[in-house]
């Protein structure tokens, strides 16, 4: 398998995106136009944040000790509550063959 299904949620907008095995999930949001991760990928800016169902985080890597930082920095989303989701920056997870099929939830930027 060398492209996985992934489903993403942006308000009332859903999408599905093929990405190859290794892509960040934030380069693969950005493919169709979605505007967020404005630091590239350097865990300074957070817009790339994701909410992810918690059934799921015994797929993902565990977050780095600095994105863990960084994910301790962002205010609790009261629609994506802890119990049921996981956050993370979408900018330090890859496509996996394991994450096939996997939605994430885009929310909107903190104002
Ligand atoms: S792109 Fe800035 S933290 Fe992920």
């Known amino acids: 398998?060398?492209?996985?299904?992934?489903?993403?949620?942006?308000?009332?907008?859903?999408?599905?995106?093929?990405g190859k095995i290794g892509q960040s999930l934030m380069?693969?949001?950005n493919q169709d136009?979605?505007?967020?991760g404005y630091c590239g990928g350097q865990l300074a800016c957070t817009t790339c944040r994701v909410y992810i169902a918690k059934k799921y985080q015994?797929?993902?890597p565990k977050p780095t000790e600095i994105e863990e930082d960084v994910l301790c920095e962002l205010p609790n989303n009261i629609n994506y509550?802890?119990?049921d989701y996981v956050k993370r920056m979408s900018c330090q997870l890859k496509c996996t063959s394991q994450l096939n099929?996997?939605?994430?939830?885009?929310?909107?930027?903190?104002?």
């Open 101 to 111: 099929g996997l939605t994430v939830v885009i929310p909107p930027p903190i104002l």
């Open 33 to 36: 136009g979605e505007i967020f």
């Open 58 to 60: 015994p797929l993902l």
């Open 27 to 29: 380069s693969l949001a």
């Open 81 to 83: 509550p802890e119990k």
């Open 1 to 18: 398998m060398s492209k996985i299904l992934i489903k993403f949620i942006q308000d009332k907008q859903k999408w599905e995106a093929m």
